[in-house]
T-cell receptor
Framework: DVKVTQSSRYLVKRTGEKVFLECVQD?????MFWYRQDPGLGLRLIYF???????EKGDIPEGYSVSREKKERFSLILESASTNQTSMYLC???????????FGPGTRLLVL | AQTVTQSQPEMSVQEAETVTLSCTYD???????LFWYKQPPSRQMILVIR????KQQNATENRFSVNFQKAAKSFSLKISDSQLGDAAMYFC??????????WGAGTKLIIKP
């Protein structure tokens, strides 16, 4: 079975802090994604990566950056956390774009 | 731009009965994929079913089936013999020609014992 893990289930940070969210997949998937999930808005794509060191902006990249130094690991960085970044963050991966995306358990981030 | 609409924020169904969750989408493309994902409380998002637009036959997975109406741009999910474990948020998603998923807002499904 594909396994996608995220470094934390819950995080509480203060405004202005730098926040790192990490995602690891164990199935040698090329493509990895970071989504933000808010009630009534579904999932919105922040960034995705189709290869090591490659990244593409999604629909809402402002205030976020990403890093993919190894194939299995995709990090989401909030350079200076703000209260409007309080949300659930979901990581996903897939072998090829047309295949099913496999999700991690999510990180619920609260920025105070 | 493509959009996905789930008009039912919440649905409830008696255990063992059948429920249908609606999803409509807007696109000018002819080749695409559609998905239903399930997110149980505090658990991971998992794929329920997928449909390729070029296939006329509706996809089925055990108790889950879809009613895909391409001309009407409708993609509803039917759950037969509802079970307590079916309680979850259900998301409809459209995959565009750039292979990006566009998500609906979700429907919360409540199963009454």
């Amino acid at each position: 079975d594909v396994k996608v893990t995220q470094s934390s289930r819950y995080l509480v940070k203060r405004t202005g802090e730098k926040v790192f969210l990490e995602c690891v997949q164990d199935m040698d998937h090329e493509n990895m994604f970071w989504y933000r999930q808010d009630p009534g808005l579904g999932l919105r794509l922040i960034y995705f990566s189709y290869d090591v060191k490659m990244k593409e902006k999604g629909d809402i990249p402002e205030g976020y950056s990403v890093s993919r130094e190894k194939k299995e690991r995709f990090s989401l960085i909030l350079e200076s956390a703000s209260t409007n970044q309080t949300s659930m963050y979901l990581c996903a991966s897939t072998k090829t774009y047309r295949q099913t995306q496999y999700f991690g358990p999510g990180t619920r981030l609260l920025v105070l | 731009a493509q959009t996905v609409t789930q008009s039912q924020p919440e649905m409830s169904v008696q255990e063992a009965e059948t429920v249908t969750l609606s999803c409509t989408y807007d696109t000018s493309e002819s080749d695409y994929y559609l998905f239903w994902y399930k997110q149980p409380p505090s658990r991971q998002m998992i794929l329920v079913i997928r449909q390729e637009a070029y296939k006329q036959q509706n996809a089925t997975e055990n108790r889950f089936s879809v009613n895909f109406q391409k001309a009407a741009k409708s993609f509803s999910l039917k759950i037969s013999d509802s079970q307590l474990g079916d309680a979850a948020m259900y998301f409809c998603a459209y995959m565009d020609s750039n292979y990006q998923l566009i998500w609906g807002a979700g429907t919360k499904l409540i199963i009454k014992p």
